[in-house]
């Protein structure tokens, strides 16, 4: 009994006195943390895919307890979500349109390969040693750069032509920054219809090096609805997204070459010739 | 004196070494051995705690665990209660490294994350203590003990980290990527220790 | 300077494969229809196109002015008229900027500069504005601007003018041949150099396979108080760094130029060229290239106006014997392989070549073995496969660490790894994505 009795009070006194201890470290040593930081870290999606410009989410939602950031720079969070957070924190919510990353050229391999390459299998290595092996010097090179940097598997290479899947596709636009060629481009996500091409050189010229290419005949254009709809810059055109035309006039317009295209059915896979 | 502190010195760090010889502490050995400045701060708290753990229990230990106390007519003897307490009084130390870590250092306490309380379920720190009283060393060289297990617990981590942070950067095979390669080079460094045996 | 020149670290011994052309006499390539020049022919900025479509020009006249001072005139190769200006395949295949002349037959000369016959006591600042407005660059192959080359910043103190005829790639026999053909004009090219830069003398580095052109220089190198010194077969011998330190001894710094050991290289071609400049008041229009291989029928030394297009230098060598891998111009180490036979001659082609089926490496690299075979060969010191490891790992900054920037992608690593890996296009990528790294950071 007594020796019960003395191991126990032993512990209790032992425990009380390194509880008054760490109690008194804890006080001395306390840091401030906000705890909202760590319920909007669980509020975002959590793919730490670094879209927002911050290293991850949990640096994303310190620089919204913190210094106020919108929730909507987030790419991958929904506008429920991006609502949510704000309602949390006592922000005005902001309505932020989606976008997609489009891959600005249509020519693959069976059209546009000139001389076959041997070297490094990666866009930004070949593009220091002859540009890869299609003949278009603004085009796709598709060894697939763009398509190892998305985080989210949104890009396919399909016969050496990188394609996006908008349905994948969140905006963060890690490929915008790997394309060595500056093809692709962020886009709002409500609008279906691109032109395919991104070479400024002469039309005939164009048509040497690739089967698809815009080849600037202006069908689209004079088909379209109102004239700003689409952007001529020489011999390439360009849709407007601030004024865009609808997914009709790929249908009206005729394009010879199917430059014009269709971003669902491009990524369908419906524009490759059998 | 001298002669044991020395014989104490180079038998914990490299002949015995904690983490390649008796395979004690292997959580944070494999778990914290990505990046060696995690591995550095890693280093720097299992030192810490320890040391300090050596010398906590060799005290408790002698002055009131070993000895048999005269209370109201019985001999009472509390040598049973050496594991709890160890534990207490470790947990108690990694809860103060970790309120100075959180405050002094964020980054760090960030880094470590989990294997910053698991110091508390170390087995190198229980098993430093328990060997001291296994050994019989007085509070001196008990402490001298820990530091030293810590020195070479220290020692295998950093180098491991060093490896690992090549391995990242090499073309492993993949079926041997991540902690499968991982361990087989802890098994080699674990054969280079060997070298040192025969030492001390 | 000691009279042994000093072996520099590392580099490989490729096959010399110049017995395909190295006897071989140069021959004039007949004059053809048209030439399609192509505008930007040296490192710097592209010069200014001044003519129209539709102007009759006369051999040497003006295409286009430079642009600034780190850039060259372009001169007309014949006479005739302005067809086109538009683009064609230019050298990394990409289309360039190019300018087509119909010739008219007559192959004319203009206005050609005025010859200066006593160089000697004329005025050095009078004999550089030459050298720039005959739009001479260097014709090894980098294409800088000679008369930047010859004005040093003050500070940079120069005492030594080398002058390169190594030739150290295999199948390239241009240079050779100039030296033995054109042997007065390289030497008086060297003193007129001298002249520039306020030099005293100058000596002439010529790789020791090539005795006879040794030799001859020699003979009339004295004349002109010009040494002609050996060298050992080694490449690469004939890249500027490499070539400082057998001749003298000193090591040019890292990230630094041949200035900065008190040095100026110019490439024998180059030197010529300048002899015709000043004593005849020629601008460079043309140069002697190695058109070989082994697919070819008949190998040969050349000389071309500048926009001859290679479909025609293979056509002059009889066409092709077999099909070849590739098509390079330049040398095979340091060479760029081509996609078009529509590109033409520049002032940099030192040679056309076809590489056969049997030599080409069309492997597939595999890992590396970490035999350490490139860190033996890299001439610049620095550590290919710690290299590659980091640019494949994407650590640029890891690879900048690694002196990355001081590679001069002489393609020794690439020629002597087992396990084929493309280390060469590996380093030029990281060089690209440091540079425009610092451009981002510095904006």
């Known amino acids: 009994m007594t020796i019960i009795l003395t191991a126990f009070l032993f512990a209790v006194v032992l425990g009380a006195l390194l509880a008054l201890i ?41 620089a919204i307890v913190e210094k106020g950031n919108a929730p909507t720079q987030c790419p991958v969070a929904s506008p429920e979500d991006a609502e949510r957070i704000a309602e949390y924190m006592g922000m005005k919510a902001e309505k ?32 220091v040693v002859a540009g890869g092996a ?68 002469k039309g005939a010229l164009k048509r040497k090096v690739c089967q698809t290419a815009c080849i600037g005949c202006r069908k689209c254009a004079k088909a379209a609805d109102s004239e700003d709809q689409i952007h001529i810059k020489g011999f390439l055109l360009a849709v407007n997204y601030d004024n865009p035309p609808l997914p009709d006039l790929v249908e009206k317009a005729g394009c010879p070459t199917s430059a014009l295209r269709l971003a669902s059915k491009h990524a369908a896979g419906d524009y490759e010739k059998k | 004196m001298a002669n044991e502190i020395l014989t104490i010195t180079i038998g914990a760090i490299l002949v015995n070494n904690f983490v390649l010889s008796k395979f004690l502490g292997i959580c944070p050995f494999l778990g914290v051995s990505k990046k060696i400045k995690t591995a550095l701060g890693m280093s720097g708290a299992v030192v810490f705690v320890m040391t300090l753990a050596s010398l906590v229990t060799a005290l408790i230990y002698k002055f009131v665990l070993s000895r048999t106390f005269m209370i109201g007519g019985t001999a009472i003897n509390l040598t049973f209660l050496k594991i709890l307490v ?4 470790i947990a108690s130390l990694v809860q103060l490294v970790e309120i100075i870590l959180q405050k002094f250092s964020p980054p760090l306490y960030q880094a470590l994350g989990i294997f910053l309380p698991l110091i508390t379920t170390n087995c190198a720190v229980l098993g430093a203590a328990e060997l001291n ?38 073309q492993v095979p993949v079926p041997l990527q991540g902690t499968a390669i991982g361990l087989i080079t802890a098994g080699i460094l674990a054969m280079v220790f060997m070298g040192f045996s025969g030492l001390v | 300077m000691s009279d042994k020149p000093r072996k520099f670290k590392g580099g490989v011994h490729p096959n010399d494969s110049k017995a395909l052309t190295a006897s071989k006499a140069v021959q004039d390539a007949p004059l053809l229809d048209s030439y399609t020049v192509i505008v930007h022919q040296n490192i710097g900025a592209p010069p200014e196109i001044v003519v129209k479509k539709g102007d009759a020009v006369k051999k040497g006249d003006l295409l286009a002015k430079a642009a600034g001072f780190v850039s060259v005139p372009l001169h007309a190769p014949t006479s005739g008229t302005v067809k086109l200006i538009d683009k064609c395949a230019g050298p990394t295949c990409t289309m360039v900027p190019s300018i087509e002349i119909a010739a008219d037959g007559e192959d004319a000369w203009g206005e050609c500069m005025e010859p200066i016959a006593d160089w000697q006591n004329t005025d050095p600042g009078v004999l550089k504005q030459r050298v720039a407005d005959a739009g001479i660059v260097g014709m090894g192959g ?212 076809l590489i056969p089926v049997e030599t080409a490496s069309q492997y597939t690299s595999e890992p590396c073995i970490r ?28 690879a900048a660490q690694l002196n990355v920037m001081a590679c001069i992608e002489c393609g020794s690593c690439s020629y002597i790894c087992p396990s084929h890996r493309p280390l060469n296009q590996q380093f030029k990528r990281a060089k690209a994505e440091i540079a425009a790294a610092k451009r981002k950071q510095a904006k």
Not at chain 3, 236 to 255: C, H, N, S
Not at chain 3, 382 to 389: D, H, R, V, W
């Open chain 3, 371 to 398: 035999c350490g075979r490139c860190v033996e060969a890299c001439p610049m010191d620095i550590l290919p496969a710690t290299i590659s490891q980091a640019v494949e790992n994407e650590r640029f900054d890891w």
């Open chain 1, 96 to 127: 932020k349109e989606k976008v997609v990353a489009v891959v600005k050229c249509s020519g693959c391999a069976s059209t546009t390969v000139r001389s076959p390459y041997n070297g490094v299998g990666d866009c930004r290595s070949a593009v």
């Open chain 3, 142 to 353: 980098a294409g800088f601007p000679s008369h930047v080359k010859l004005s040093p910043p003050a500070g940079k103190k120069i005492d030594t003018l080398i002058l390169n005829g190594a030739e150290c790639e295999p199948y390239l026999t241009a240079d050779h041949r100039l030296m033995l053909e054109e042997t007065e004009k390289v030497v008086l090219g060297a003193a007129i150099l001298a002249r520039i830069l306020g030099l005293k003398s100058a000596v002439i580095g010529v790789e020791n396979n090539k005795p006879d052109a040794i030799e001859a220089l020699q003979k009339v190198a004295g004349k002109y108080n010009v040494t002609v010194q050996g060298l050992r077969v080694n490449y690469p011998q004939g890249a500027e760094k490499q070539l400082i330190y057998a001749l003298t001894g000193r090591e040019v710094p890292i990230g630094g130029l041949p200035m900065d050991a008190g040095c100026v290289v110019q490439n024998v071609a180059s030197a010529a060229a300048v002899a015709d400049a000043v004593l005849d008041g020629r601008p460079l229009i043309e140069r002697i290239t190695t058109v070989t291989g082994e697919p070819l029928v008949n190998p040969g030394n050349w000389r071309f106006r500048l926009g001859t297009p290679v479909s025609k230098a293979l056509e002059l060598c009889g066409g092709i014997r077999v099909q070849p891998a590739k098509l390079l111009l330049g040398g095979p180490m340091m060479g760029f392989a081509q996609n078009s036979l529509d590109v033409t001659v520049m002032k940099n082609t030192s040679g056309i070549l």
């Open chain 2, 133 to 170: 009283v296994q050994a019989g060393r007085g509070v001196i060289e008990s402490t001298v003990f820990g530091l030293c297990s810590a020195l070479g617990f220290s020692l295998a981590l950093i180098l491991f980290s060093s490896l690992r942070e090549k391995l990242d950067l090499a």
């Open chain 1, 134 to 201: 299609k003949g278009c010097d603004y085009g796709c090179i598709g060894f697939a750069s763009c398509a190892r940097a998305c985080p989210f598997d949104a890009i396919e290479i399909r016969d050496g032509l990188a394609v996006v899947h908008p349905d994948l596709c969140v905006g963060c636009g890690k490929c915008v920054d790997t394309c060595p060629k500056n093809l692709i481009e962020l886009v709002p996500a409500s609008v279906d219809v691109h032109i395919y091409c991104n070479s400024p050189e």
């Open chain 1, 22 to 62: 760490i109690g008194f470290a804890a006080k001395a040593f306390a840091v401030e943390t906000d705890p909202r930081i760590e319920t909007v870290t669980d509020m975002l999606p959590g793919a730490n895919c670094g879209g927002c410009g911050f290293a991850g989410c949990a640096d994303f939602a310190k």
């Open chain 2, 86 to 89: 160890f534990i207490v009084v």
